[in-house]
Every structure is written in C-alpha cells, then in structure tokens.
C-alpha cells in the first residue's frame, strides 16, 4: 500500500517538531547547566529568545512583507496582547529557571500536570464548568506526578516549585488567549503572533533581569559565545513555528500524542546525556499514571465535541434531503454549482469536529484562535 505524499509531509513534520522540541530542551538544560557551559542565567537566555523572535518577526512583516499585520488597537493591544504577554514571560522564565535545579526527566514528568492546570483555570474564569468524570481524571494525574516526585532521587523543592508555577502560568495564559482574543475576533498567524507578543514578553523580562541577574551579571565573570547563543534562539524560534505547521496539518489531538512520544524520548536521552539525570521505577511508575489520566481527558473531550456537534450534522443531512425531496416535487433545474456549493458546505461543517477535537484542553463549545483563521474567515 502506498503512502500518500501528503501523509509522508505530516509525518515529516511530526518529526521536526519531536527533534527541535527535544533539542530546544536539552539544548536550553546544557546551556543553563553549571555542570556544562554554565550560563546560570534563565531570564537572559529568555530574554535573549524573545528578542530574537521579535526582531525575526519585525523583518518578515515590515521589511520583507511576507504577511501583513492585523488591524491591532491600543484598547486590543492594552486589554489582551499586555497580559497574554506578560503571562507568557512568566512561565518561560519560570520554566527555564527550573533547569538550575531539577533534572530534564523530571520535569517532563511535572509536565503532565498541564491538563490539570488549564482546566482548573478554565473552572476558574468560567470558560469550562466542573464535572465529576473530568475532575477524576485530574485526580488521577495529580496522583501519578506525586507518585513520580516521591520516587525522584534529586528532589529539589525550588526547582519543582518553578516547574508548577511556570505551568500554571502558560495554563493561564493559554485560557486568557482564547477568552480574550476570541472575544476581540482576532487571530494571529505564528509571524504576527510573535511580532506583538515577543516584544512585549521582553518588556516584561527585563523588570525580573534587572533586579535579578544583571547585579550578578557585574560581579560574575559569564562567559558569552555568540554562536551558542544564536543558535539556541534559532532553535526555539523553529521550534515555534514547526508547532504551528503541525497543528495547521493535524491538529492539537495529534501534536498533543506527538508530544506524549516526545516526553518519553526526552526522558530516555535525558539519562544518556546527562548522568546526574537518574530515573527510578517509582518514577516511571506515577508518570504512567499521569499519561493515564490525561489519556482519559483527552478521550472525554473528544467524545463531548462529538456530541455537542451530532444535532449540526443531523440537521445539514435533513436539510439536504429536503432539498431533494423539493426538487423532485417542483421538476425544477438547479444549476451544478449549486448543488456543489451546498456539498462543500456540508464538508466544511463536518470537518468542524476534526478542529474541534484537535483543542482537548481548551473547552470544546470554543476554538483556540493558533491556527484558525480559515475558521473566521
């Protein structure tokens, strides 16, 4: 049987976003290391990113022209673009600090704790109600990362402290995106969304860094190779933009099972390239667990989606056969492209579920606005 080449693209991306996903970690771990290139400065390299990204963006919209900016207001600018941003600092820089303490294995492991976050945060800004079946499932997932931290050797209360706090943060960023941006009808393209945000981002970094790091910065000898530096933020900025085209090509669901792999994997190399990066049964035992739970969540989201959009389909079929029911009746011609128009429509309702079920963690009556403008339009 022949694969498709369309299929072989997908595939092709999923592998990008697995390699660059797990290179921009375990590059990020090195970097920071004081047992390796030791650049214990997380808000710099942060920083540093974000810049990049936003000078990057600048030129692809404002010199080269590849996209154009979309009509942003001072009062959007103010009410949405600010405090996604300043959500989205906090949690690379507290995820980047975490690094310092905890091992990479780890903290894939304390990263099955975002489906628990981003639903509590829906609960708590109303976009999501709380059920009982889902609240299980988030027990089940806590109750696996506290196994999987029991049994972690190098256990640091700092490091896992930054790690949950860095995830609530991106949870609650993720909540604000949809709440906020939706509400405003804007959708942002990868290029645009990082024109407004990374910048902002920075902003916000730079409070944190000068209070923090650049007294150390004047007092510690840091060594800088520029070549290191560019190539890390080159990374993260590929990274950004392989999650888009995999999300644009599959969905949230699929990325979401890729990212699944790719935490085992990064637990797997983690251990070869980093000795200190032990893992124990205990370990392997609660993230098992976790996956379990949000294995389910994912399952009931899917299965919610589905659901709520049976009745839509139902009444496109009906309203089809009453059209060919009244054109039988009347003998009346209706011209092919007609009848083609209300196929195609009927196939863009039904391919709503696809996007539907492909945002798990984002309540299913509402669509993320990452990747969706066709959607709008």
Known sequence: MMISNELLLTYFYLLVYIVLSSGVILYNKWVLSPKYFNFPLPITLTMIH????????????????????????????????????????????????????????FIQMLKALMPVATFSMAVICGTDKLRCDVFLNMFLVSVGVVISSYGEIHFNVVGTVYQVTGIFAEALRLVLTQVLLQKKGLTLNPITSLYYIAPCSFVFLFIPWYLLEKPEMEVTQIQFNFWIFFSNALCALALNFSIFLVIGRTGAVTIRVAGVLKDWILIALSTLIFPESTITTLNITGYAIALCGVVM????????????????????????????????????????DNADLGENSTKNGSSDPMVDEEAPLIPSTRISHLGRSNLSS
């Open 297 to 336: 969540y994912n399952y009931l989201k899917i299965k919610d989606v589905r659901a709520s959009q049976l009745p839509v389909d139902t009444m496109l079929d009906r309203t089809a056969k009453e059209l060919k029911m009244e054109k039988k009746s009347s003998h009346l011609y209706l011209p092919d």
């Open 50 to 105: 974000m810049g990049f990204s936003g000078l990057v963006a600048f030129f692809l919209i404002r010199v080269f022209k590849v996209v154009s900016p979309v009509k942003m207001t001072l009062e959007i600018y103010a009410t949405c673009v600010i405090p996604i941003s300043a959500f989205f600092a906090a949690s690379l820089w507290f995820g980047n600090t975490a690094y310092l303490f905890i091992s990479v294995a």
